[in-house]
């Protein structure tokens, strides 16, 4: 009995399933599964994100025949062969110790075909998997990653600029300077550098998954030159427009190596938690938190500046600025905004960035998963 229902073509990564065809693509090239191997990779595919026991396995792709569970081994073994998924560090196919499997990675429906039985037997009247249908589908996943980079940074933006105009509102030596406009004033600061940098990111790996599949060495690729291309050009209207405005501008503010290692941390943190597509949605986010303060950390020791540090020398480079972050100096034993300091906070910035960044893509990958799932 054959466990193919309806004729859905399904993508995940760099492959395509087209049930009703039975047939297995990585790009433009056919793989080859046996029929009851076919069959095996149908169901969990189909049965994305939920356990698939070994009977059942044994019901609907063995039906017909009694066999031992080493014949289910090998069955997952190849299809894991066929796509080159990892046991170790799955990104397709998740072993449930003495239970069954789970398909982790994220699956989309490309297109429909009319049901078989409208068609004659011939398999020359198969419909083909439509090349439109595709594209949109994998142009809308790039935009939503896009966004969802876009809405991680906006978060993260938030919190910086709460975290900063706190301490500015504690520090200013203008009493006419309410508290409530530092905050607001920081808070729209953070959070438009938050979103071009989060959008940066999100824009470098959705364009990665969109040429290269969802392999993690290209979303880490795509991430790095994000950041790095948005960076660089924020800090270049940056300079100009203090150029413009004051006739001057301070030099090391926050640009394209900063923006290249925060992206490095989202995607070399999104992958140790397991991808985007972990079983645990908390994983991820946990890992990318603590390779984003270490690479927050690492910035500050070499030199760099990210938005603390970058406040701090605009107070330098202008006698008359109101702006003054010393007391967060008083919580590290400094004077003032001094380099243990900048260090710390820079690693907190790290943290929040690649920690919210990864979240929005998780939770967006989660919802549209369900999305699926539940046509």
Same mark, same amino acid.
């Not at 300091?341 to 920690?355: D, K, N, P, R």
């Given at each position: ?10 993508r ?5 399933l087209d049930?009703a065809?039975r ?16 069959d095996a ?9 939920r356990l ?9 792709v ?10 289910l081994?090998?069955c997952?073994?190849?299809i ?6 990892d046991v ?8 449930v110790?003495?239970h069954g ?17 409208a ?14 249908a595709?594209?949109?589908s ?10 969802a980079?876009a809405g991680? /940074? &906006?978060? *993260?933006? =938030? #919190?910086g600029?709460?975290l900063y !105009?706190?301490g %500015?509102?504690q520090s200013?030596?203008?009493p ?9 004033v920081?808070?729209?600061l953070?959070g438009?550098v ?6 940066g990111?999100g ?5 990665a998954?969109y040429?290269?599949g ?5 979303r880490m ?8 291309l948005v960076?660089?050009?924020?800090k270049l ?9 004051l006739g ?6 926050t640009g394209?190596?900063?923006?290249a290692a925060?992206g ?8 140790l938690?397991g991808?985007f ?14 390779? /984003? &303060?270490? *690479?927050g =950390? #690492?910035?500050?020791v070499?030199? !760099?500046?990210? %938005? ?5 020398l ?5 006698s ?16 003032r ?5 900048q ?10 960035f690649?920690?919210?960044?990864v979240?929005?893509?998780v ?8 999305a699926?799932?539940?046509?």
């Amino acid at each position: 009995m054959s466990i193919v229902h309806g004729t859905h073509i399904y993508r995940f990564g760099e492959f395509t399933l087209d049930a009703a065809n039975r047939q297995l693509l990585n790009g433009n090239q056919r793989l080859d599964l046996n029929s009851r191997y076919f069959d095996a990779l149908v169901l969990l595919v189909r049965e994305q994100g939920r356990l698939v026991d070994k009977d059942r396995f044994f019901e609907e792709v063995w039906d017909d025949v009694v066999v031992s569970d080493s014949a289910l081994t090998q069955c997952i073994k190849e299809i894991r062969r066929q796509l080159e998924d990892d046991v170790a560090k799955p990104r397709f196919i998740e072993t449930v110790p003495r239970h069954g499997y789970r398909f982790i990675a994220e699956v989309a429906i490309i297109a429909r075909n009319e049901p078989p039985e409208a068609h004659a037997s011939s398999s020359e009247d198969a419909v083909p998997p439509s090349p439109t249908a595709e594209g949109s589908s994998t142009l809308s996943s790039a935009l939503a990653s896009a966004l969802a980079g876009a809405g991680g /940074g &906006a978060m *993260a933006g =938030v #919190l910086g600029g709460l975290l900063y !105009g706190l301490g %500015l509102a504690q520090s200013s030596p203008d009493p006419q300077i309410g508290n409530t406009s530092v905050l607001l004033v920081l808070i729209a600061l953070s959070g438009f550098v938050g979103v071009v940098g989060g959008f940066g990111v999100g824009a470098g790996i959705a364009a990665a998954e969109y040429a290269a599949g969802g392999r993690a060495a290209w979303r880490m690729v795509g991430a790095v030159l994000g950041g790095l291309l948005v960076g660089g050009s924020v800090k270049l209207l940056g300079v100009d427009a203090f150029n413009l405005l004051l006739g001057q501008t301070p030099a090391g503010i926050t640009g394209g190596v900063e923006g290249a290692a925060r992206g490095l941390a989202v995607g070399l943190g999104a992958h140790l938690g397991g991808g985007f597509e972990a079983p645990s949605r908390w994983r991820p986010v946990v890992a990318a938190a603590a390779t /984003g &303060a270490v *690479a927050g =950390v #690492l910035i500050a020791v070499s030199g !760099g500046h990210l %938005l603390g540090g970058s406040l701090d020398l605009l107070a330098q480079s202008f006698s008359d600025s109101r702006i003054t972050l010393d007391a967060f100096g008083r919580y590290f034993g400094e004077v003032r905004f001094g380099r243990t300091t900048q260090i710390v906070l820079a690693g907190i910035e790290g943290l929040i960035f690649a920690g919210c960044v990864v979240g929005a893509f998780v939770a967006s990958r989660t919802a549209r998963r369900t999305a699926v799932i539940d046509r």
